[in-house]
């Protein structure tokens, strides 16, 4: 195998939803109905070579059909980081949720990365049921259809190394076909859990957020993550606001917006 790269990997923040911790866990008896809002983030691997583009968000007009916060388009966002959406040319879709493949049509000449699972799911008999199609929607799933009737969608079933110190690794669990991303850092093996783990306390826990396709390959999820990761301190949930708290902003202007995830976290 050849050396990985090192890849810089960095989160950014576009937009935030306030709500109580029982639509966060399966089980919130602990919680009392106590406020925990959830963040919404895409997220960039780069190293000298490539640059990954891990999903893509949601829009304003999502956003306001259902009734979330949005604060910066998450693909114009990608400026901030220095990364041309016209020049990306791989994108990782986790899984086809509305808030994670949104905006996949302002990437012109990329290639997204899917799990033949997922797409299955979100066409398949399971659609027929409000529960696994609610976070779903419609427009994205046909979106990324025509895509593949385009040849720019890039099927994967399982684990696949995409570029020495890039990989990708499916999960399962909160729907049929999520897929996480291990990526190499100067601080060792990153994983970037996307719905894997929504908040640190899913995982920490085991206690799973409530959007769920399979409890069983949710719940063995957890222990992957940790499996693939360096440390616990090296998965990165999909949806947790203490992400922005843990890690270094880019820069000073960039507070609360982008952080990067290739340093140790600080967690005083
Ligand atoms: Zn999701």
């Known amino acids: 195998m050849s050396e990985p790269e ?51 968000g949601f829009n304003t007009k999502t956003a306001s059909k259902r009734n979330k916060e949005i604060m910066r388009c998450p693909v114009e966002s990608l400026k901030l980081v220095d990364v041309d959406p016209a020049d990306v040319e791989n994108v990782i879709i986790t899984h086809l949720h509305y808030d994670h493949v949104g905006n996949f049509d302002l990437f012109p000449n990329c290639k997204f990365h899917l799990q033949e699972d997922e797409m299955s799911y979100a066409t398949g008999k399971y659609m027929g049921h ?17 895509e593949v009737y385009k040849g720019r969608v890039q099927f994967h079933d399982g684990d696949a190394e995409l570029a020495p110190g890039f990989s990708i690794h499916r999960i399962g669990g909160h729907t049929a076909g999520l897929q996480v991303v291990q990526v190499y850092t100067k601080r060792g093996w990153v994983v970037l859990a996307s719905d894997a783990s929504h908040l640190y306390g899913n995982m920490e826990l085991e206690n799973p957020y409530p959007i769920i396709f399979k409890s069983n390959e949710m719940v063995e999820g957890f222990q ?16 947790d606001p203490l992400v922005l708290d843990y890690y270094p902003a880019l820069s000073d202007d960039l507070e609360g917006i982008v952080v990067r995830l290739d340093v140790a976290p600080s967690k005083g």
Do not use: C, Q
């Not at 992957?224 to 949806?239: C, E, F, T, V, Y």
């Open 6 to 56: 090192v890849f810089e990997v960095f989160a950014i923040k576009y937009a935030r939803h306030d709500r109580t911790a029982e639509l966060n866990f399966m089980d919130s008896s602990d919680f009392h109905d106590s406020n925990m809002p959830i963040d919404y983030f895409v997220w960039v691997a780069r190293s000298k070579n490539r640059t990954y583009v891990i999903d893509t």
């Open 130 to 146: 409000k529960h696994f199609r609610h976070p779903f929607d419609v427009g994205h799933v046909t979106g990324m259809v025509r």
């Open 224 to 239: 992957k993550l940790r499996d693939l990761a360096d440390s616990n301190d090296h998965i990165i949930p999909g949806h």
